[in-house]
């Protein structure tokens, strides 16, 4: 059985999952909370309270990797997607065309934004980083406002 716990944050309150074994949501409370969340038990485990702890060394600038097993579920795709995402430095953006490419799939820019917006666990996996090709932040989960905040609070972190 997975278990959940949420936590206040500089971004609002966020929800942790876990399901015994590894971390499997990181989600914006009551803006897209998974969909088996009433499911879950709410318990703050080990795991998660890492998780959390993790989460706020990132906020204050202290931590620019993460150190968490993650089982995201998702599709072969929204995985692979999902993979290339973590390889996105700290600090650093990529375009959707950019990750298309790099999961092997140049056309797929479309593709690699629904699997972006399906991303399970948020801030860990950056799907923030992508941006538009021209440039300009497009779409996010938590709302293109936070996405603006977690790029500027790294960029000021570098």
């Known amino acids: 059985m997975k278990r959940v ?3 206040e944050t500089e971004i609002g309150k966020i929800g942790i999952a876990e399901n015994g074994s590894a971390i499997t949501d990181i989600f914006f409370a009551g803006k897209e909370d998974p969909k088996d969340v009433t499911q879950m038990e709410r318990k703050e485990t080990p795991l998660i ?3 959390g702890k993790q989460i706020r060394e990132y906020f204050k600038g202290e931590r620019k990797a993460f150190e968490l097993k993650l089982e995201p579920e998702g ?3 929204q995985k692979s997607v999902w993979d290339a995402l973590l390889s996105i430095p700290y600090g650093e953006t990529r375009s959707y065309g950019q990750i298309a490419e790099q999961v092997g799939n140049p056309k797929a820019c479309r593709a690699v934004g ?3 917006n399906r991303n ?3 801030i860990v996996i950056p799907c923030h980083r992508v ?3 021209d440039g300009k932040l497009v779409g996010y989960g938590g709302g293109l406002h936070i996405k603006e905040q977690l790029l500027a609070l790294e960029q000021r972190n570098l």
Do not use: R, S
Request: no cysteine; hydrophobic share 50%; net charge neutral.
């Open 5 to 7: 716990f949420y936590y």
């Open 49 to 51: 309270k890492e998780a």
């Open 75 to 77: 599709t072969p795709f």
């Open 114 to 116: 629904l699997a972006n």
């Open 120 to 122: 399970p666990i948020a």
């Open 131 to 133: 941006i538009g090709a």
